[in-house]
């Protein structure tokens, strides 16, 4: 059985032909042409900083008032040169985060236990492919509502791609159920300490408050996923051909092989040493959860976790060593490519910082949304941080270097501080699975074998519509007085 992650694979010529023959250019040029923009703008827009202080829980965030422009530091070309390395250093828990969940099913893969489980799931969800989706998708969302750990998803995508694909759905279902689901909870945060626990503790609002709100953002945001999510998975599942992946070597490739393995007559009992490994596995995932609940694990913790898992587990099924290191290797290899996505996608942000003109473009729209009509602040804090979120795709920085700028002027537009989190939430979230600068979403996409282009056109339509709920709920918000 090949590997649930083997999307990433170099495209054939074919495929690669009919790219260049439509004009739709590789990732790769598409993140180069974002640090090229980058590298111009620092000549462009004037150099820019704010102080740097402690704010709450030690983490350093900036004084809203200290604003001042500096000398600029055009980016160089030896800057430009190092802008890719650079970014691979500044993203490399997420790379590392991503060759060890590789491994990791590399290892599962040569197990038998990917095989074994696609087999046993697809035969009890033949019929019932909807409900499983929406399962995984409530399940998800709410883990990322209550944790804020959107980044799970490049955990959850390689474990249920290949039951996606056995179902006779396609990749872009396995990640728009991670991807759509995780976005959705984290983005309303009810209790998520990364955006709305860091937001409402520098806006100065009682932690944890306007729940209410958030709950309905919640099911919104959660429900409209889940029916979009559905309505194009039944559609794939009626006529492969209106899949998006259709003519994807890789995909057929995929679908062959799952399809083939899920009907390959009576099941095979599992050996006692696959019971134990699997036993096994189930419990470090336990170990995993319990680590991100209450130890608060991030990426480097889980990613040592995995590759002790895949090694006990190799061991345990009775996978030689040669064979367990070769296991490692094809997992590696699988998702090499998301990996260095990854860490290409950081080198927008590392021109931007090192060019000094970061704070100068968070000070801009700052003064932009400062100056709208008082009915449309809300909105106009929420575009903003979206947009903001392009250059800091990370949650709490973005909540570290806006907020403290935000949440004062939310009290000069006679928005409240609620609201003005909110926002926030909102512009931040939505955007984490849109704009290719987003490590973890690339990486993800990666993982699933689903090329950014092929997502957008996915997702755009989802996009809008989240939007058009952020900005009723904002303006509704902002009406009422919201605090």
């Not at 236990?113 to 696609?118: I, N, T």
């Not at 087999?119 to 998708?137: Q, Y």
């Not at 070597?249 to 095979?268: H, V, W």
Request: hydrophobic fraction near 55%; charged fraction near 15%; glycine fraction near 10%.
């Amino acid at each position: 059985m090949k590997s649930s992650i083997e999307g990433t694979t170099p495209e054939s010529e074919e495929v690669a032909v009919k790219r260049r023959r439509l004009g739709v250019p590789h990732i790769y040029i598409i993140l180069f042409t974002f640090i090229a923009l980058a590298a111009v703008a620092t000549y462009l827009v004037p150099g820019g900083t704010y102080d740097r202080v402690e704010g709450p829980d030690g983490r350093t965030t900036i004084d809203p008032d200290s604003f001042r422009y500096i000398g600029s530091q055009p980016t160089t070309l030896v800057d430009f040169m190092l802008a890719i390395p650079r970014g691979m250093v500044s993203a490399a828990e997420v790379v590392i985060f991503t060759l060890m969940i590789g491994g990791l099913f590399g290892v599962l893969k040569a197990t038998g236990l990917v095989e074994h489980a696609v087999e046993a799931l697809t035969k009890r969800f033949s019929k019932r492919g909807p409900v499983l989706i929406a399962v995984l998708m409530s399940v998800f969302s709410v883990v990322a509502t209550l944790i804020g750990t959107q980044e799970l998803a490049l955990v959850y995508v390689p474990v249920i791609l290949p039951l996606i694909i056995a179902l006779k759905y396609d990749s872009i279902v396995a990640a728009a159920v991670a991807l759509c689901a995780t976005t959705a909870g984290f983005a309303s945060g009810i209790l998520n300490p990364i955006n709305t626990g860091l937001g409402q503790k520098l806006a100065g609002v009682p932690l944890w408050s306007g729940f209410g709100l958030r709950a309905v953002v919640f099911v919104l945001t959660v429900g409209i996923a889940i029916a979009f999510v559905i309505r194009y998975a039944r559609k794939v599942n009626r006529d492969q051909t209106a899949s998006l992946m259709h003519g994807s070597p890789a995909e057929m490739e995929k679908r062959l092989d799952y399809t083939r393995d899920s009907q390959a007559g009576p099941a095979q009992r599992m050996s006692v040493r696959q019971r134990i490994a699997a036993f096994v596995a189930l419990a470090f995932f336990g170990v995993l959860v319990f680590g991100v609940l209450k130890l608060g694990w991030f990426m480097m913790e889980m990613a040592g976790l995995f590759i002790v898992v895949g090694a006990i587990v190799g061991v345990v099924s009775g996978l030689r060593g040669s064979v367990l290191a070769e296991a490692f290797n094809d997992g590696f290899r699988a998702v090499l490519v998301g990996a260095l996505i990854a860490g290409i996608a950081r080198g927008v942000a590392v021109v931007l910082e090192e060019g000094q003109i970061l704070d100068t473009i968070v000070h801009s729209l700052g003064q932009a949304v400062g100056g709208l009509p008082a009915a449309l602040a809300a909105v106009g804090m929420f575009i903003g941080q979206m947009l903001l979120n392009f250059v800091i795709p990370s949650g709490s920085g973005q909540a570290l270097v806006t907020m403290p700028i935000m949440a004062p002027l939310a009290d000069l537009l006679d928005v409240t501080r609620q609201t003005a989190v909110l926002a926030y939430q909102l512009g931040d979230g939505f955007g984490n699975i849109l704009f290719p600068t987003s490590g973890y979403f690339m990486a993800t996409l990666a993982i699933a074998g689903v090329p950014w282009q092929k997502w957008v056109k996915f997702f755009f339509p989802l996009f809008l519509i989240w939007v058009a709920i952020a900005i009723v709920i904002l303006v509704f918000a902002q009406i009422t007085g919201w605090s």
